[in-house]
Every structure is written in structure tokens, then in C-alpha cells.
């Protein structure tokens, strides 16, 4: 998983600035940061369509409201890395701050991803964000 989470990031990135901590990143701060945007984005979407629209029926449904959710978790995927590398030790600059918008931006894919495996366990919200691909 290690790998996993250092290649992806890295290939949007580039190499950890600063060098020295080049090993801290790719180690400790890119496999936490990208398994807790993996179980954060899960437990949104899961939130989202199981509790808020088929135990607890609130209405929440509409595409304006998957999306306040959808923005919702692409800011905490934004605070992750920033919080990921301060707790460190990690000097933070502008490789910190584009890391945290790439991150954003997978929690984003990510949600849309996790969407259209789970709508269709939902009782009011199975159209959200669109019908396709399980339209009744």
C-alpha cells in the first residue's frame, strides 16, 4: 500500500520537497494521507446515501445536496496532507499546499467513484448525482 499511495501521489507531484524528507513522505505521510482520504470519502458517501437517505429519510436528495457533500469532503481531503505533514515534523511550503489540492481533487473523483457504486442501496436518493447506471 505503501508503494501504492507513494507512486500515485508522486505522479502528480513529482519528488517530496524538501529532498531531505523525501523518504518521510513516501514512508509515513502519503500512505496515511492517502488511506485516510480512501476511509473519509468512503464514510461521506456512506453517510450520505445510507443514513441521510434510507434510515433516517431526511430529504436530503437533490444534487445541490450530494454536492454540498461532495465539497464538504474534497475541504477535509484539502486539510488531511497539511495536517499529515505538520504532525511530522515536515516543513510546509508550496509542495505541501499543491499536495493538499491534489488531494482534494482525488477526493473528488473518488466520490463521484464511491456514488456510483452505492446509490442504488438508497431509498431517496438513487438518482443523485444522475440516473445512470441503475435507472428502475
Avoid at 485516510?36 to 437533490?62: A, H, P, Q
Avoid at 456510483?116 to 438513487?126: I, R
Amino acid at each position: 500500500m505503501q508503494n501504492f499511495f507513494s507512486g500515485l501521489y508522486e505522479l502528480f507531484l513529482g519528488r517530496p520537497l524538501p529532498a531531505n524528507y523525501t523518504n518521510d513522505y513516501r514512508e509515513v505521510v502519503f500512505p496515511n494521507t492517502g488511506l485516510t482520504l480512501f476511509l473519509i470519502t468512503l464514510g461521506m458517501v456512506l453517510l450520505y446515501y445510507y443514513v441521510f437517505n434510507r434510515l433516517m429519510s431526511t430529504g436530503f436528495y437533490k444534487t445541490q445536496h450530494w454536492t454540498i457533500m461532495l465539497v464538504l469532503n474534497a475541504v477535509i481531503a484539502f486539510f488531511i496532507p497539511i495536517m499529515q505533514v505538520n504532525s511530522n515534523g515536515i516543513e510546509t511550503h508550496s509542495y505541501t499546499y499543491t499536495f493538499a489540492f491534489v488531494n482534494a481533487v482525488l477526493s473528488v473523483v473518488l466520490f463521484f467513484l464511491f456514488s456510483l457504486l452505492f446509490k442504488k442501496g438508497s431509498v431517496q436518493a438513487w438518482t443523485t448525482p444522475m440516473k445512470w447506471p441503475h435507472t428502475k
